[in-house]
């Protein structure tokens, strides 16, 4: 079955129009296909929406995750009892919304992943990690940047050596003693 063919119900789709609109949003600006479109939906004259007509209007309302939330799981292309749900679709929002707290607060995604593949139903912690990434830019939550997550890892003891080395170099000094360097010199 071919997944921009199925029909998607459009009454969920009124309400989060109007949030839009309601927020400034202007149907004349939108393109003329999606434009077209919010207006049915609005006038009550279109009770349905095709899957990739949904996509292309979320894209136009600058609302990506409305795809993940209306639209029904979606199979593989094998058919049959050992057919599973795409992997994207494991994910409810709020469970993408509490993994994003834990992200922003300091864990990474590959952390995440470890700690919580059983519980949302993944094989291995890769894959839930993959997962997480793909429904983080599907939801359009931001991202630690890897430059980012890798200095948050490297610091040690929450002082950096380079802003200030001699500051570093003395605070060192007073809890751990002297540096090796310091034994050279004075021998």
Same mark, same amino acid.
């Given at each position: 079955?071919?997944?921009?063919?199925?029909?998607?119900?459009?009454?969920?789709?009124?309400?989060?129009?109007?949030?839009?609109?309601?927020?400034?949003? @202007? *149907? =004349?600006? #939108?393109?003329?296909?999606?434009?077209?479109?919010? %207006?049915?939906? !609005?006038?009550? $004259?279109?009770?349905?929406? @095709? *899957? =990739?007509? #949904?996509?292309?209007?979320?894209?136009?309302?600058? %609302?990506?995750? !409305?795809?993940? $939330?209306?639209?029904?799981?979606?199979?593989?292309?094998?058919?049959?009892?050992?057919?599973?749900?795409?992997?994207?679709?494991?994910?409810?929002?709020?469970?993408?919304?509490?993994?994003?707290?834990?992200?922003?607060?300091?864990?990474?995604?590959?952390?995440?992943?470890?700690?919580?593949?059983?519980?949302?139903?993944?094989?291995?912690?890769?894959?839930?990690?993959?997962?997480?990434?793909?429904?983080?830019?599907?939801?359009?939550?931001?991202?630690?940047?890897?430059?980012?997550?890798?200095?948050?890892?490297?610091?040690?003891?929450?002082?950096?050596?380079?802003?200030?080395?001699?500051?570093?170099?003395?605070?060192?000094?007073?809890?751990?003693?002297?540096?090796?360097?310091?034994?050279?010199?004075?021998?």
């Amino acid at each position: 079955m071919n997944d921009d063919l199925v029909l998607v119900d459009a009454a969920p789709l009124v309400a989060e129009l109007r949030e839009w609109l309601a927020a400034g949003g @202007r *149907l =004349d600006l #939108l393109p003329a296909g999606p434009c077209r479109r919010a %207006r049915a939906i !609005l006038s009550g $004259e279109q009770n349905v929406i @095709r *899957l =990739d007509a #949904l996509d292309r209007l979320a894209v136009a309302l600058d %609302r990506p995750w !409305l795809v993940n $939330e209306l639209a029904p799981p979606t199979r593989t292309k094998r058919s049959g009892p050992w057919a599973k749900p795409h992997p994207l679709r494991k994910l409810t929002t709020e469970q993408v919304r509490a993994a994003h707290r834990l992200h922003v607060e300091g864990m990474s995604i590959r952390e995440l992943g470890r700690r919580l593949h059983e519980r949302y139903g993944y094989a291995t912690a890769h894959s839930c990690a993959n997962a997480l990434s793909a429904a983080f830019m599907r939801h359009g939550l931001e991202r630690r940047e890897r430059l980012e997550a890798t200095i948050a890892a490297s610091i040690t003891h929450g002082r950096g050596a380079r802003a200030d080395k001699a500051a570093y170099k003395r605070w060192h000094r007073a809890t751990y003693g002297p540096w090796p360097s310091d034994r050279k010199a004075a021998a």
